[in-house]
């Protein structure tokens, strides 16, 4: 969804040619200022040499008001060189929009529901479930910013081995004993053993307000035990058989890897499997009504991927409304040591620690700026250091000089009426500005949130050498132009810092 301007140029060089025509910027800025292959695709069809009809496409082009220069290159290219005011049109429809510029791009405005994080309740929340938080809120920010409304959920279990063996280490520690081999342990223990009662409410919320203070809201939380029980009213639509006195769902019927035992058999206890809740689980999400549930899972979890939809195909939903995002895990390195990560043993990084370290804005910035299929490696030195090599200074600085600018303007007007000249620089700017449409619609379609601090590094890029080459104050004629590109800047960084849940400062 390009923005306005340039749809209106798309659909223009669209009729010319007969075919829907998609604009692009050449890497080198000497190729024009946008470039089209649509003669390269037009060829076989038509039976033509894709140069010839690039010629008549560029000959064609000219003749319209947004067109300076046009012309064939290579082998059949459509290079562009677009007017003075249409790149003051597309300014003006980048100051105007504000920070809502790039927004709205949902075709059908959707309720999804976003199920992130969701660490069983045996200590504090670390690092790689930081990265869970991170990517997945970063995902519903996307979400909202295009038009759906959006749910953040966390689910939890409150039962299960894994949690009596958390209560029974903070057992442990009240009665002065060392907790079981198998158990938890690490200074939240003996906090936890200070307290009166079972220890995992104050637990679930130490671990709220440090998501909170990850600038992560949950809007509802979800027990595992109020679900899993709910597995008998379902059993008589399910596709179930025993073996060996489990009860055993056959999912692989219906695209999942193997089947999976939903009720334990009588010598182990007899109970219903997380697997049961799972199923009483999407079904609560869907019918309370959601278009979509997206869950947040580590790479982990690869071996269930297509668990999910094969419940809702079971249960006679349309598994497009079932969502798996995988991320991979998380290495902090120190002076190039990589510190481990495990709550039974206490030998931890906290999340919270790594804020305390870096700052919460580093800690989002890094947790995100990979792509959810690769591994993180993050130096902690360098996400905390205050200087232009760590990519989320820079691109706060680059908010931050625009805000003293706009300070210093001294109510000057900004007006985006382009001037009879641009620079290069500004030209750049411009069309690095009109690229957030884009780049949001693909992030969000992708679930991709880490193409938004890469896009955010190039528009600090652009903005740096645009003010390092030209003056803003003071540059007659050029002044009020150039103070609303500094304004949309500011606007278009401070947009991307917020879709990653980092701030945008006005001072640095």
């Known amino acids: 969804m390009p923005a306005r301007s340039i749809a209106r140029l798309e659909a223009a060089l669209s009729g010319l040619a007969g075919v829907p025509v998609k604009l692009e910027r050449p890497n080198d800025a000497e190729h024009g200022d946008y470039a089209t292959n649509v003669a390269l695709r037009l060829a076989p069809e038509r039976r033509r040499p894709p140069r010839e009809l690039a010629t008549e496409l560029a000959a064609a082009a000219v003749r319209l008001p947004e067109v300076e220069r046009a012309e064939a290159a290579g082998p059949g290219f459509v290079n562009l060189w677009v007017t003075t005011p249409w790149f003051g049109e597309l300014l003006g429809e980048i100051t105007e929009a504000g920070t809502g510029f790039g927004g709205g791009s949902a075709e059908r405005a959707a309720r999804i529901q976003v199920e992130m994080v969701s660490a069983n309740p045996t200590g504090p929340i670390v690092v790689s479930s930081g990265r869970n938080g991170a990517y997945g809120d970063s995902v519903a920010r996307l979400l909202e910013f295009t038009g759906n409304e959006v749910e953040r959920e966390y689910y939890y279990n409150d039962a299960g081995t894994q949690v009596e063996r958390f209560r029974a280490s903070v057992d442990a520690v009240r009665r002065g004993e060392e907790p079981p081999a198998d158990g938890y342990r690490g200074a939240y223990i003996q906090r936890l053993a200070a307290l009166e009662g079972d220890p995992v409410p104050p637990m679930l919320e130490s671990i709220a307000a440090t998501l909170e203070r990850f600038r992560i809201h949950f809007d509802s939380w979800t027990l595992q035990s109020q679900l899993e029980n709910g597995i008998g009213e379902l059993l008589d639509r399910l596709p179930t058989y025993e073996h060996e006195g489990a009860i055993w769902l056959r999912s692989s019927e219906y695209g999942d890897e193997q089947d999976r035992v939903i009720i334990r058999s009588p010598e182990r206890g007899g109970r219903p499997t997380y697997r049961a809740a799972d199923i009483v689980y999407i079904q609560d999400k869907l019918e309370r009504g959601f278009d979509r549930a997206i869950y947040v899972l580590g790479a982990d979890h690869h071996g269930t991927r297509n668990w999910y939809a094969a419940i809702a195909r079971i249960l006679g939903y349309d598994p497009e409304r079932v ?34 370290e870096v700052g919460v804005d580093a800690a989002r910035w890094y947790l995100v700026s990979r792509g959810p299929d690769q591994t993180i490696e993050i130096d902690i030195d360098l996400a905390a250091e205050k200087s232009q090599k760590n990519p989320v200074y820079y691109v706060q600085y680059a908010h931050a000089r625009v805000a003293g600018i706009m300070r210093n303007a001294a109510g000057a007007t900004p007006d985006a009426t382009a001037p009879p000249e641009l620079a290069r620089e500004e030209r750049d700017l411009v069309k690095r500005l009109a690229e957030l449409p884009d780049v949001v619609a693909e992030a969000t379609a992708r679930r991709g949130p880490q193409a938004i601090p890469n896009y955010a590094i190039r528009v600090a890029d652009d903005f740096h050498r645009f003010y390092h080459e030209h003056r803003v104050l003071g540059s007659g004629e050029s002044e009020s132009f150039r103070l609303a590109l500094c304004s949309a800047t500011q606007s278009v960084i401070a947009r991307c810092l917020a879709l990653i849940g980092v701030e945008a400062p006005d001072r640095m």
């Open 323 to 356: 969502e798996v995002l995988l991320y991979q895990f998380v290495h902090l390195s120190r002076a190039g040591e990589r510190t481990a990560m495990a709550k039974r043993s206490g030998d931890v990084v906290l999340l919270d620690e790594f804020m305390d």
